[in-house]
């Protein structure tokens, strides 16, 4: 395959195919040849996020809360993130994800419209989204080759809709994607090539040649397409390809970059590291504030107050955000405010970490740190009973009050 580049290059995908063998990716630009491993990783984590951003943070009050429970549901019985994308498409279509729908002429109930005449349970068992998630996910797990079949043919297998309605599901299997990724984590590439039967080589060969490929230009849907066709040699199922292709370079994507939420506009992508940092502090959006919680490692359970949630404090986050960038920070503001150079507030870019304190002048009394998005905005973990967010500090006249400035990690 053939991609042109946003530099006017031509990157060719080429080799004895990513499965079969080593997959070479060869930039010519200049005359110059560029070997597979030559992306850097800012440019790779700017160019292969999707365009569209994660969903699960439209949904309304019920529906998210249905949704939570589907995906834990699935991760309590020990399912891949396979089941979870399917029961989460099949709410979506039988009910978008509300407990109150009721269908069939009266007949069925609940977020996967199950009906008690066919077996599913009681209609109060049917409507409590405990017990139609685990009684959906014991069905699907009997469907033979269930994770391997397009999601609509597994899905109308179990749920037996009319035969005009059985492709329905199909269109729900992207937003039931996003949702997963946001409520559960996009799953890492190892444990995605594990579940596709991928050997160690071959996943790393995978892992260099997409790397290569988006530093080089090459268009995320180019890459999937690529991936795709090789993966699917042999395969009648082209949607199922894709979707194998999607996953592995979503496993990439956060090994490398961290879980990535949609940037905000007006970021400096110049800023490298720093849109990286800025990238994983948004993939932690909704994640609950836990006072001495998270680190490099994400989310943990916190101390004193904290230590009944999972989740971040304010120096966490940030820790955790710049690991991703390949820097360490430490895990405490007072180290973390000596850990790069200090930079003039008109300089602010992505990325810079905003320290505010009781008494601005006297870093010993620094309580809160934050992330920039840009020069007026952060992302943080704000306070016990909030969550990270995004927040404007700039005219605040809190923080403006205790800003007592910026330190770009290095």
């Not at 009997?142 to 109308?156: E, F, G, H, Q, Y």
């Not at 979707?243 to 949609?262: D, W, Y």
């Not at 740190?369 to 973990?381: E, F, K, Q, S, Y």
């Amino acid at each position: 395959m053939i991609a042109e580049t946003g530099l006017g290059a031509k990157a060719v995908i080429a080799g004895g195919g990513i499965v079969s063998g080593i997959a070479l990716i060869a930039g010519v630009a200049g005359g110059a040849k560029v070997a597979a491993t030559s992306g850097d990783t800012a440019a790779f984590c700017s160019h292969v996020q999707p365009s569209t951003t994660t969903a699960a943070a439209d949904l309304i009050g019920e529906q998210a809360t249905n949704a939570r429970i589907i995906v834990d549901t699935a991760t309590a019985m020990g399912l891949p993130r396979r089941a979870a994308v399917i029961g989460i498409a099949t709410a979506l279509h039988e009910s978008g994800l509300k407990n109150d729908v009721v269908g069939d002429h009266g007949t069925s109930f609940g977020v996967f419209q199950q009906r008690p005449v066919s077996g599913w349970g009681t209609k109060a068992e049917v409507t409590d989204p405990r017990y139609a998630a685990r009684a959906f996910f014991s069905r699907l797990v009997r469907v033979p080759n269930w994770s391997s079949l397009p999601l609509t043919k597994v899905a109308a297998i179990v749920q037996k809709p009319r035969e005009d309605l059985r492709g329905e599901y199909a269109k729900h299997e992207p937003l039931a994607e996003k949702i997963v990724d946001q409520l559960r984590g996009p799953q890492s590439a190892n444990s995605t090539a594990l579940e596709l039967g991928l050997p160690p080589h071959e996943l790393q060969d995978i892992r260099a040649s997409v790397q290569a490929a988006a530093s080089l230009g090459v268009p995320r849907e180019a890459i999937v397409a690529d991936l795709a066709s090789r993966l699917g040699q042999g395969d009648r199922d082209r949607t199922g390809s894709e979707r194998k292709a999607e996953e592995i370079l979503n496993g990439v994507q956060l090994e490398l970059c961290g879980p990535l939420g949609e940037l905000p506009a007006g970021i400096d992508l110049g800023a490298g590291r720093g849109v990286i940092a800025v990238q994983a502090a948004l993939g932690m959006r909704g994640v609950p504030y836990s006072w001495g919680g998270g680190g490099s490692n994400g989310p943990s359970y916190g101390i004193g107050r904290g230590a009944g949630t999972k989740g971040f404090d304010c120096s966490g986050l940030a820790e955790y955000a710049w690991s991703k960038a390949g820097v360490s920070i430490g895990g405490h503001t007072s180290v973390q405010w000596t850990s790069g150079v200090h930079v003039p507030r008109p300089q602010i870019r992505a990325g810079d970490l905003l320290f505010f304190a009781t008494n601005p002048r006297n870093p010993s009394t620094i309580h809160h740190v934050g992330i920039a998005l840009d020069d007026t905005r952060m992302v943080h973990a704000p306070s016990t009973g909030s969550t990270v967010r995004v927040d404007t500090w700039v005219g605040n006249p809190y923080r403006e009050r205790e800003f007592a400035g910026a330190v770009r990690p290095r």
